[in-house]
Protein backbone atom coordinates (compact mmCIF):
# COMPACT_ATOMS: atom_id res chain seq x y z
CA UNK A 1 0.00 0.00 0.00
CA UNK A 2 1.54 3.48 -0.83
CA UNK A 3 1.37 6.20 1.98
CA UNK A 4 2.24 9.11 -0.21
CA UNK A 5 -0.35 11.57 -1.17
CA UNK A 6 -2.25 11.98 -4.33
CA UNK A 7 -0.36 14.58 -6.66
CA UNK A 8 -2.47 17.56 -7.22
CA UNK A 9 -2.73 18.16 -11.49
CA UNK A 10 -1.68 22.05 -12.19
CA UNK A 11 -4.50 22.68 -14.54
CA UNK A 12 -8.20 23.26 -13.83
CA UNK A 13 -9.48 20.54 -16.84
CA UNK A 14 -6.55 18.02 -15.01
CA UNK A 15 -8.30 18.61 -11.52
CA UNK A 16 -11.75 18.32 -12.45
CA UNK A 17 -10.50 14.70 -14.84
CA UNK A 18 -9.22 13.56 -11.25
CA UNK A 19 -11.98 14.58 -9.41
CA UNK A 20 -14.55 12.55 -11.90
CA UNK A 21 -11.77 9.76 -11.87
CA UNK A 22 -12.14 9.48 -7.97
CA UNK A 23 -16.20 10.29 -7.93
CA UNK A 24 -16.86 7.29 -9.81
CA UNK A 25 -14.09 4.85 -11.06
CA UNK A 26 -16.43 2.33 -12.09
CA UNK A 27 -16.94 4.50 -14.96
CA UNK A 28 -12.93 5.64 -15.67
CA UNK A 29 -10.67 4.57 -18.15
CA UNK A 30 -6.58 4.46 -17.51
CA UNK A 31 -4.90 4.07 -20.26
CA UNK A 32 -0.79 4.02 -20.75
CA UNK A 33 2.12 4.01 -22.90
CA UNK A 34 4.18 1.35 -22.27
CA UNK A 35 7.84 1.93 -23.35
CA UNK A 36 8.95 5.24 -21.14
CA UNK A 37 5.94 5.42 -18.88
CA UNK A 38 5.33 1.92 -17.67
CA UNK A 39 8.74 0.92 -18.72
CA UNK A 40 12.62 2.89 -18.20
CA UNK A 41 13.60 3.36 -21.63
CA UNK A 42 16.45 0.87 -22.39
CA UNK A 43 19.20 0.92 -25.28
CA UNK A 44 17.66 -2.28 -26.79
CA UNK A 45 14.24 -2.06 -26.78
CA UNK A 46 14.37 -6.12 -26.38
CA UNK A 47 15.32 -5.68 -23.41
CA UNK A 48 12.59 -3.02 -21.95
CA UNK A 49 10.84 -4.62 -18.84
CA UNK A 50 8.26 -3.05 -17.17
CA UNK A 51 8.86 -1.88 -13.43
CA UNK A 52 9.37 -4.01 -10.93
CA UNK A 53 6.01 -2.29 -8.93
CA UNK A 54 4.05 -1.82 -12.05
CA UNK A 55 2.20 -5.15 -12.21
CA UNK A 56 1.40 -5.01 -8.14
CA UNK A 57 -0.22 -1.49 -8.93
CA UNK A 58 -1.94 -2.19 -11.90
CA UNK A 59 -3.77 -5.53 -9.70
CA UNK A 60 -4.60 -3.01 -7.15
CA UNK A 61 -6.24 -0.92 -9.77
CA UNK A 62 -7.55 -2.55 -12.41
CA UNK A 63 -10.63 -3.86 -10.61
CA UNK A 64 -11.40 -0.70 -9.38
CA UNK A 65 -11.84 1.01 -13.00
CA UNK A 66 -14.20 0.63 -15.95
CA UNK A 67 -10.77 -0.62 -17.71
CA UNK A 68 -7.18 -0.20 -18.08
CA UNK A 69 -5.79 0.10 -21.26
CA UNK A 70 -1.97 -0.31 -22.28
CA UNK A 71 -1.72 1.39 -26.00
CA UNK A 72 1.63 0.98 -27.36
CA UNK A 73 3.63 1.01 -30.87
CA UNK A 74 5.05 -2.80 -29.64
CA UNK A 75 3.38 -5.99 -30.85
CA UNK A 76 0.65 -6.51 -28.53
CA UNK A 77 2.08 -9.83 -27.45
CA UNK A 78 5.27 -7.99 -26.93
CA UNK A 79 3.98 -5.75 -24.39
CA UNK A 80 2.25 -8.79 -22.80
CA UNK A 81 5.42 -10.48 -22.65
CA UNK A 82 7.72 -7.50 -20.99
CA UNK A 83 4.77 -6.00 -18.82
CA UNK A 84 4.28 -9.22 -17.76
CA UNK A 85 0.78 -8.81 -17.81
CA UNK A 86 -0.87 -12.71 -19.26
CA UNK A 87 -2.52 -14.93 -16.51
CA UNK A 88 -1.85 -12.84 -13.44
CA UNK A 89 -5.48 -12.34 -11.37
CA UNK A 90 -6.95 -9.11 -10.86
CA UNK A 91 -5.92 -7.92 -14.61
CA UNK A 92 -9.79 -8.89 -15.88
CA UNK A 93 -9.81 -5.38 -16.69
CA UNK A 94 -6.75 -5.18 -18.94
CA UNK A 95 -6.34 -4.68 -22.61
CA UNK A 96 -3.38 -4.46 -24.43
CA UNK A 97 -3.86 -2.22 -27.73
CA UNK A 98 -0.78 -3.07 -29.67
CA UNK A 99 0.65 -1.60 -32.69
CA UNK A 100 -1.49 1.59 -31.77
CA UNK A 101 -4.45 0.06 -31.78
CA UNK A 102 -4.03 -2.49 -34.90
CA UNK A 103 -3.92 -5.63 -32.45
CA UNK A 104 -5.57 -5.54 -29.34
CA UNK A 105 -4.70 -8.70 -26.52
CA UNK A 106 -7.94 -8.96 -23.82
CA UNK A 107 -6.67 -10.33 -20.68
CA UNK A 108 -9.57 -12.11 -20.46
CA UNK A 109 -9.31 -14.28 -23.29
CA UNK A 110 -5.42 -14.26 -23.74
CA UNK A 111 -5.66 -13.71 -27.21
CA UNK A 112 -4.38 -11.49 -30.06
CA UNK A 113 -6.83 -10.12 -32.62
CA UNK A 114 -5.42 -8.43 -35.58
CA UNK A 115 -6.23 -7.13 -39.56
CA UNK A 116 -3.87 -8.12 -42.38
CA UNK A 117 -0.53 -6.23 -42.24
CA UNK A 118 0.47 -3.65 -44.74
CA UNK A 119 2.35 -4.33 -47.81
CA UNK A 120 4.24 -1.64 -47.73
CA UNK A 121 6.51 -2.38 -44.50
CA UNK A 122 7.46 -5.65 -46.70
CA UNK A 123 8.80 -3.25 -48.87
CA UNK A 124 10.26 -0.95 -46.35
CA UNK A 125 11.92 -3.86 -44.72
CA UNK A 126 13.11 -5.23 -47.39
CA UNK A 127 15.25 -1.74 -48.31
CA UNK A 128 16.57 -0.59 -44.58
CA UNK A 129 19.49 -2.38 -44.65
CA UNK A 130 21.05 -0.38 -47.63
CA UNK A 131 19.93 2.56 -46.45
CA UNK A 132 21.50 2.41 -42.94
CA UNK A 133 25.01 0.91 -43.81
CA UNK A 134 27.35 2.10 -41.54
CA UNK A 135 24.83 4.60 -39.71
CA UNK A 136 25.37 2.77 -36.62
CA UNK A 137 21.79 2.25 -35.97
CA UNK A 138 19.78 -1.06 -35.09
CA UNK A 139 16.51 -1.75 -36.70
CA UNK A 140 13.18 -3.24 -34.72
CA UNK A 141 11.48 -5.45 -36.56
CA UNK A 142 7.65 -4.96 -34.82
CA UNK A 143 5.58 -6.77 -37.46
CA UNK A 144 3.34 -4.30 -38.75
CA UNK A 145 6.05 -1.61 -38.75
CA UNK A 146 9.73 -1.11 -38.22
CA UNK A 147 11.64 1.13 -35.81
CA UNK A 148 15.14 2.90 -36.31
CA UNK A 149 16.70 3.39 -33.56
CA UNK A 150 19.51 5.64 -33.17
CA UNK A 151 20.54 5.39 -29.45
CA UNK A 152 23.81 3.39 -30.24
CA UNK A 153 25.35 5.86 -33.03
CA UNK A 154 28.38 7.54 -32.29
CA UNK A 155 26.04 10.74 -31.98
CA UNK A 156 22.49 9.61 -31.52
CA UNK A 157 20.92 12.58 -32.45
CA UNK A 158 22.89 13.45 -35.25
CA UNK A 159 21.87 10.38 -36.84
CA UNK A 160 18.65 10.94 -36.07
CA UNK A 161 18.65 14.51 -37.60
CA UNK A 162 20.05 12.86 -40.78
CA UNK A 163 18.40 10.02 -41.45
CA UNK A 164 14.40 11.82 -40.62
CA UNK A 165 14.64 13.04 -44.49
CA UNK A 166 15.33 9.71 -46.36
CA UNK A 167 13.45 7.69 -43.86
CA UNK A 168 10.08 9.73 -44.49
CA UNK A 169 10.78 9.31 -48.43
CA UNK A 170 11.00 5.73 -47.71
CA UNK A 171 8.21 5.32 -46.01
CA UNK A 172 6.00 7.84 -48.07
CA UNK A 173 7.15 5.61 -51.56
CA UNK A 174 5.47 2.40 -50.11
CA UNK A 175 2.46 4.11 -48.56
CA UNK A 176 3.74 4.74 -44.74
CA UNK A 177 4.74 7.69 -42.58
CA UNK A 178 7.52 8.45 -40.24
CA UNK A 179 6.46 8.60 -36.42
CA UNK A 180 9.75 10.41 -34.70
CA UNK A 181 10.22 9.35 -31.29
CA UNK A 182 13.02 9.26 -28.39
CA UNK A 183 16.00 8.88 -30.43
CA UNK A 184 13.46 6.42 -32.76
CA UNK A 185 12.23 7.25 -36.18
CA UNK A 186 9.37 4.43 -36.88
CA UNK A 187 8.15 3.81 -40.08
CA UNK A 188 4.50 2.03 -40.01
CA UNK A 189 0.68 2.53 -42.02
CA UNK A 190 -1.13 5.61 -41.54
CA UNK A 191 -4.26 5.77 -39.66
CA UNK A 192 -2.87 4.29 -36.49
CA UNK A 193 -2.14 6.72 -33.70
CA UNK A 194 -2.78 6.09 -30.39
CA UNK A 195 -5.61 8.75 -30.06
CA UNK A 196 -7.81 6.65 -32.16
CA UNK A 197 -7.22 3.82 -30.38
CA UNK A 198 -7.77 5.79 -27.15
CA UNK A 199 -11.00 7.47 -28.25
CA UNK A 200 -12.45 3.84 -30.20
CA UNK A 201 -11.88 1.91 -26.57
CA UNK A 202 -13.28 4.96 -24.59
CA UNK A 203 -16.16 5.25 -26.78
CA UNK A 204 -16.18 1.30 -26.74
CA UNK A 205 -16.29 1.04 -22.95
CA UNK A 206 -18.18 4.08 -22.42
CA UNK A 207 -15.52 5.67 -20.05
CA UNK A 208 -16.69 8.51 -17.93
CA UNK A 209 -13.45 10.06 -17.07
CA UNK A 210 -10.26 8.96 -18.94
CA UNK A 211 -6.77 9.59 -17.66
CA UNK A 212 -3.96 8.79 -20.39
CA UNK A 213 0.17 8.46 -19.25
CA UNK A 214 2.75 9.11 -22.27
CA UNK A 215 6.40 10.06 -22.16
CA UNK A 216 6.87 10.50 -26.03
CA UNK A 217 5.91 12.61 -29.41
CA UNK A 218 3.74 9.17 -30.48
CA UNK A 219 1.80 9.89 -27.43
CA UNK A 220 0.41 13.25 -28.53
CA UNK A 221 -2.27 12.05 -30.68
CA UNK A 222 -3.93 10.51 -27.59
CA UNK A 223 -3.30 13.74 -25.48
CA UNK A 224 -4.98 15.53 -28.59
CA UNK A 225 -7.90 12.60 -27.64
CA UNK A 226 -8.41 13.40 -24.30
CA UNK A 227 -8.56 17.35 -25.80
CA UNK A 228 -11.55 16.27 -27.70
CA UNK A 229 -13.16 13.91 -24.99
CA UNK A 230 -12.72 16.54 -22.94
CA UNK A 231 -14.57 18.88 -25.13
CA UNK A 232 -17.97 16.89 -25.58
CA UNK A 233 -18.17 16.28 -22.12
CA UNK A 234 -15.87 13.64 -20.89
CA UNK A 235 -13.73 14.73 -18.18
CA UNK A 236 -9.83 13.78 -18.53
CA UNK A 237 -6.10 14.24 -16.93
CA UNK A 238 -3.21 13.96 -19.20
CA UNK A 239 0.30 12.67 -16.97
CA UNK A 240 3.48 12.81 -18.45
CA UNK A 241 6.21 10.10 -17.55
CA UNK A 242 8.67 12.99 -17.11
CA UNK A 243 11.65 13.08 -19.44
CA UNK A 244 14.00 16.09 -20.79
CA UNK A 245 14.16 14.50 -24.49
CA UNK A 246 10.98 14.99 -25.00
CA UNK A 247 9.15 18.37 -23.77
CA UNK A 248 6.10 18.75 -25.56
CA UNK A 249 4.30 16.34 -23.49
CA UNK A 250 5.74 18.09 -20.40
CA UNK A 251 4.44 21.34 -21.53
CA UNK A 252 0.81 19.87 -22.58
CA UNK A 253 0.33 17.63 -19.41
CA UNK A 254 -2.16 18.29 -16.12
CA UNK A 255 0.42 16.22 -14.17
CA UNK A 256 3.83 15.68 -14.31
CA UNK A 257 5.30 12.16 -12.74
CA UNK A 258 9.07 11.24 -12.47
CA UNK A 259 9.07 8.71 -15.40
CA UNK A 260 8.03 5.24 -14.33
CA UNK A 261 8.69 4.89 -11.03
CA UNK A 262 6.02 7.66 -10.75
CA UNK A 263 3.56 6.83 -13.09
CA UNK A 264 3.83 3.42 -10.80
CA UNK A 265 3.29 5.72 -7.68
CA UNK A 266 0.26 7.31 -9.14
CA UNK A 267 -1.11 4.13 -10.11
CA UNK A 268 -0.53 3.32 -6.20
CA UNK A 269 -2.11 6.04 -4.70
CA UNK A 270 -4.83 6.14 -7.34
CA UNK A 271 -5.89 2.38 -5.99
CA UNK A 272 -5.40 3.19 -2.39
CA UNK A 273 -7.60 6.40 -2.74
CA UNK A 274 -10.64 4.26 -4.39
CA UNK A 275 -10.31 1.38 -2.60
Not at 16 to 26: I, N, Q, T, Y
Amino acid sequence: MSTNALPAPVTKAGQDGLAALLADPGKALVALDFDGTLAPIVADPELARAHPNALGALVALAPRVAAVAVITGRPAEVAVRNGGFAGVPGLEHLVVLGHYGAERWDARSGEVTAPEAHPGVDAVRAELPGLLEGSGTWVEDKGRAVAVHTRRAADPQAAFDALREPLTGLAMRHGLIVEPGRMVLELRPPGMDKGAALTGFAREIGAGSVLFAGDDLGDLPAYAAVDTLRTSGTPGLLVCSGSDEVTELRERADLVVDGPEGVVELLSVLADRIG
